[in-house]
């Protein structure tokens, strides 16, 4: 039996709503599929603060070879793994919670779809272009140690998404009919969040702003790359969520129910005698 609480009840009806299927009390199934996108609830939050934990000592731990020629906040690639792994481990344990109570999945639609061409070239950028720019802030400058720790935390990053967008894209749709496959689909697009290339470039804003290590003769193609990036994700996420903006009709939830209002006494009233 699927259980949902009454939050998530409230946040399924309201997107469903959003996307022309308004429901009284939205399916069970439903439900389920659309909590998968609420990040840190229950078990999730827990699992972010061991990962938050776990992430920090790793952080404190890379730093010792790189001191002082590192990346401006280079913390912010460790956040970026901790709130990505949770977040990912989060939809998995509930997605196979699922699986236990509906047997019927259907197969994962190709990877290439799901992600779409703009969040592809988002991703090329983000990890290409950046070790581009790394290498070349190696073979053409002295700040040898900063290009290095910057491709290393690239090479992290691109495995780090890799592993998780892996896990989302390969997992099977959780569904029993058209309806909630309509919405697993429609999840499975918001989902790629824990993969995304922009959270891989705002670590780099500290250093245009405040100038931390990098190199002056490289601003404008730091600043470039950030733009880039920022953009192609942007219109990918335009893009990937414009698919979904309406579901197709059929049963997700009972009807929903009207209010009538007060009435309200429209008569003339009456004279004082």
């Known amino acids: 039996m699927i259980m949902v609480t009454a939050a998530e009840q409230d946040v399924a009806r309201r997107w469903l709503a959003r996307r022309g299927q308004p429901v009284g009390r939205p399916t069970p199934l439903v439900t389920a599929l659309i909590a998968t996108r609420l990040p840190f609830q229950g078990r999730r939050f827990w699992r972010f603060i061991v990962y938050a934990v776990v992430a920090a000592a790793a952080a404190r731990v890379y730093s010792l070879p790189f001191e002082p020629w590192m990346t401006g906040i280079f913390q ?45 070239a988002a991703l090329v950028l983000a990890f290409a272009g950046g070790a581009g720019l790394a290498g070349a802030i190696y073979f053409t400058t002295s700040a040898r140690t900063y290009a ?57 804003v500290s250093d245009l702003l405040l100038g931390n290590r990098r190199p002056p003769a490289f601003t404008s193609w730091v600043a470039g790359y950030v733009v880039a990036v920022v953009i192609l994700q942007v219109v990918s996420c335009f893009v990937n969520l414009r698919r979904h903006r309406t579901l197709p009709p059929g049963h997700y939830g009972t009807p929903p129910v009207h209010d009538p209002g007060t009435p309200v006494d429209w008569s003339p009233p009456r004279e004082a005698r």
């Open 76 to 120: 912010g690639y460790f956040v970026y793994f901790a709130l990505g792994l949770s977040f990912s481990d989060g939809i998995r344990l509930r997605e196979r919670e699922l699986r236990e109570e509906v047997p019927s999945t259907h197969a994962p639609d190709p990877w290439w779809r799901v992600l779409g061409g703009w969040y592809i």
């Open 148 to 204: 290095v720790n910057w491709l290393v935390l690239l090479v992290l990053s691109a495995l780090y998404a890799g592993w998780v967008l892996a896990g989302v894209l390969r997992r099977p749709l959780v569904a029993e009919d058209a309806t909630s496959l309509a919405v697993a689909r429609a999840m499975r697009t918001e989902h790629l969040v824990v993969g995304t290339p922009v959270l891989v470039v705002f670590p780099l």
